[in-house]
Every structure is written in structure tokens, then in C-alpha cells.
């Protein structure tokens, strides 16, 4: 029987399609191995949203043709996409498929082992105009499942190469996306993650459907509980999907909306389609409609020209929006990109001072969120055991508003959905108990 190993760098759409990718080489009989083990193919999914992403999956590459030379290498994702020709200048890489067509690497598994000749199957992702439909029935990971439903961007944000890799915006059909969540559920999924490369802009390219009809129509999916959503912009935030998440019982109080940054002129050179005034609306449109929601966002810090001043718009504007969570990066130069080549670069120095100063700010943030719920019973899905304590009986799950929290209980629990109490609010994680269902008294006749 043969053997493959998978390693995936880089976001959760990665790892949606590397999940993927194993269903194919199932179906065709194949076994699964670590990918520290020695295997006959391998499969790197690789990222190059920042220029270490690209080093990254070099080195990942170099390490599988080392553990087997005789092995089949095959490289796919992001790099893959943007820079064919550096991945097959790497002695010993077989086979090259980008983000499109990785339904066809079986295919290209045979054409290699027929001519021994590299394959580079990259193609113009710019001229791909069809969402690819890969499918997903099941994950390893057992309580959470993603769901892919668009792929693309139509942004082109200054700091970001992500269109070159991705492609422009599309979205996957419907059916298809109702089909699958119905899979998922029967596979024994209580929450549903929707996910792409700008999940928000789904139904862009649809006639007559957009978000908020596919929100409605997965809150049919008999046995869905949760229904989260990866992340979607401000700009997509519209008064029907606001309208939606206030009726809806599935979708969760939680919303990741990046900001980027609070101050206009650096949104401006970013390339953002809001200003912090439309960003504050709309956040507080769907703070009526749900109330005490998780905001949790992305801000880069140290962006081209940034001053001080700019920065403490930034981190004010954070403040008085109480943000559940933030990730932090510094700005990183992408290469091929336009940020990359603005000359009022932020020195090093600067920017991890601010990064710094914004973490202390997130975690504050962070603490005061969770505390609000002290005391209240909110909904946990236990997911692992708690790393911290080993053996301890402990697990951590997620409440639908994502506060982490972690309970006594045994592994029968994990992937049900459990009333806690939050005993004693923190962060990174809430200490809770679970409340148990009371028992109605038995009547005797």
C-alpha cells in the first residue's frame, strides 16, 4: 500500500485544503503518515503571505527530500502559486500545483511515475474564474469542522500578495455549501467554522444570493448548533447581515472583523475600503443586534510613514472599542508588493514598541471582556484536554462568544455542547464548572 505525509504552513484555508487533498489520496487507497516518518509522497501546502512564509516552506521541502529521495515531492498553495520556478529550481521536487487543480494531483503522481520528468501544472490563477470544489466530509480535528466557501479577493490591499496567490473572488454554489454542512453535522460536527480567503464577500459574483441567504439557509441544517464565521469586513457587514445574526439562534456572538489600523490616512495607503468612522457604525449596528459580541481583529502595526501620532489613534480607538482579542503583527515587507517599496519605512525598534504596547493593551482588553460573564451559564464545547495539566481531567472548550474555558470533565464530554458556569473569568482562559441538568422529580402514581 502506499504511503503519504502532509505538512501544511500558513492559514486555516490551508489546512481546509490539505484535509481535502488526504480525502483524495484516501479514496485512492492510500495510508497516512506522520511527516516526520519516511513515506512515498509528500505533500507540502505552503504560505507566502510574508517572505518568511516562502522561507518557511523552502526548508519544509528540503526536510521531506532529505527523510526520502526516492519519495515523490509534491509542493502546492500559496508559494507554490506565486513562485513555480524557485520551487522547481529545489533538486528533488517532483511535482508543482499552485491553488487551483489539486484535484488532479493523483493524476500527476501517475504522469511522474510514467515519465520521470518534473511537473510544474501552475497556471494563470488571474484567469480562473470557477470555485474549485474540493470536499471535505470529515476533519482530524474532531470538533470543530471548517467550511470552505469562497476563494479569492478583489482587495488588493498594499500589503498584501494574497490575489496573486489566490486568484479573484468566487464563490462556491450553495447547494454545494448546504450539502456539505448537512455532511458535517451527520459526521457528528456541532459547529461549522465558514471560512475562505474573504469569507465576507461571499455571493459577490452570485446572482440574487449572497451572505445573508446562505446564513438563513444553513439555519435549516437540522443538528447544526453553531454556525461561526471566520472573519468578514466591516464594508460586508450590511444592515441584511446584520439583520440576520440578531434572528439568528445558530450563529455565533462572535465576530472577527479586521481593522488594520484606527487612523484614516494609514487605512487610506493600506488600501481599505472604510474609514475608522465606518468601521465604529458598523460595529455598533451588530452591537445592537448582538448584544455583548466578541470583536476580536487583526491590526498591523508599524505600517509605512505610521507616526506616534497615528499609532495612538490606533491604540485609543482600539480602547474605546473594547475588542475582545487582537492579533498583533508588525508590518513585514512582502516582496512584490507596494508597501514593500514605500520609501518612510518604520524602523525595527519602532515597531516592536508598538507591537508591545498594543499586546499589553489587547490583553487588558481581553480580561475585561471575559469579565462581564462572571457567574453567567454559557454554552462550552470541550474540544482537547487542557496541555497545561496533563492528566489532570480537564478540558478546554469554546463558548459561542469564544471566551476559552477550561472545565473538569472526562473525554466523554469532548465535541458535546455543555452548560458551564464561569466561576472565575480570565485570559488566555476562564475557569468553569458545568452545571448540571436538574433531573425532573419522578411522580408516583
Not at 526548508?59 to 515523490?72: E, L, M, S, T
Not at 474555558?405 to 469532548?414: G, L, M
Amino acid at each position: 500500500m502506499s504511503t503519504v505525509a502532509f505538512h501544511t504552513l500558513g492559514c486555516k484555508v490551508n489546512h481546509y485544503e490539505t484535509e481535502a487533498i488526504w480525502q483524495l489520496f484516501k479514496n485512492a487507497g492510500y495510508e497516512k503518515r506522520e511527516f516526520e516518518q519516511t513515506a512515498d509522497v509528500y505533500v507540502i501546502n505552503t504560505c507566502t503571505v510574508t517572505n518568511t512564509g516562502d522561507k518557511k516552506s523552502r526548508q519544509v521541502i528540503r526536510r521531506a527530500i532529505r527523510k526520502n529521495p526516492d519519495a515523490v515531492i509534491c509542493v502546492t498553495g500559496c508559494y507554490a502559486q506565486t513562485s513555480p520556478g524557485e520551487i522547481m529550481a529545489i533538486e528533488g521536487v517532483d511535482i508543482v500545483v499552485g491553488t487551483q487543480d489539486r484535484s488532479k494531483l493523483l493524476e500527476y503522481i501517475e504522469q511522474y511515475h510514467a515519465e520521470r520528468q518534473p511537473i510544474n501544472a501552475v497556471g494563470n490563477i488571474m484567469k480562473t474564474r470557477t470555485y474549485e470544489e474540493l470536499d471535505v466530509p470529515e476533519f482530524t480535528d474532531r470538533t470543530r469542522a471548517s467550511l470552505k466557501i469562497q476563494e479569492g479577493c478583489n482587495n488588493f490591499c498594499t500589503f498584501c500578495i494574497i490575489p496573486w496567490a489566490r486568484g479573484l473572488l468566487r464563490s462556491r454554489d450553495p447547494k454545494s455549501v448546504i450539502a456539505q454542512a448537512n455532511k458535517l453535522v451527520q459526521a457528528g460536527y456541532k459547529e461549522i467554522v465558514l471560512t475562505g480567503i474573504h469569507t465576507g464577500g461571499y455571493g459577490e459574483d452570485l446572482e440574487d444570493y449572497n451572505l445573508a441567504k446562505l446564513l438563513l439557509d444553513l439555519e435549516q441544517v437540522p443538528g447544526l448548533e453553531r454556525l461561526r464565521i471566520s472573519s468578514i469586513e466591516a464594508s460586508q457587514l450590511t444592515d441584511e447581515v446584520i439583520e440576520v445574526l440578531g434572528q439568528s439562534s445558530k450563529v455565533c456572538r462572535h465576530l472577527h472583523i479586521p481593522l488594520q489600523a484606527g487612523d484614516d490616512e494609514v487605512l487610506k495607503r493600506m488600501r481599505r475600503k472604510y474609514t475608522v468612522a465606518e468601521y465604529r457604525e458598523r460595529v455598533e449596528k451588530v452591537q445592537q443586534a448582538l448584544p455583548h459580541f466578541a470583536l476580536t481583529s487583526d491590526v498591523i502595526v508599524g505600517f509605512p510613514g505610521e507616526t506616534e501620532e497615528q499609532f495612538m489613534n490606533t491604540y485609543e480607538f482600539i480602547r474605546d472599542m473594547r475588542f475582545a482579542e487582537l492579533h498583533v503583527f508588525p508590518f513585514s515587507k512582502r516582496t512584490g508588493t507596494p508597501a514593500a517599496r514605500m520609501t518612510d519605512q518604520v524602523p525595527e525598534e519602532e515597531k516592536n514598541d508598538r507591537v508591545h504596547r498594543l499586546i499589553a493593551l489587547s490583553n487588558q482588553l481581553a480580561k475585561e471582556y471575559a469579565s462581564q460573564f462572571e457567574g453567567q451559564t454559557l454554552e462550552v464545547i470541550p474540544e482537547t484536554e487542557y496541555q497545561e495539566k496533563p492528566g489532570a481531567g480537564l478540558l478546554v472548550g469554546y463558548t459561542d462568544n469564544y471566551l476559552k474555558v477550561v472545565i473538569k470533565a472526562d473525554e466523554s464530554y469532548i465535541g458535546q455542547v455543555v452548560e458551564v458556569q464561569i466561576d472565575e473569568p480570565g485570559y488566555p482562559y476562564c475557569a468553569g464548572s458545568i452545571v448540571e441538568p436538574k433531573v425532573k422529580d419522578v411522580v408516583n402514581y
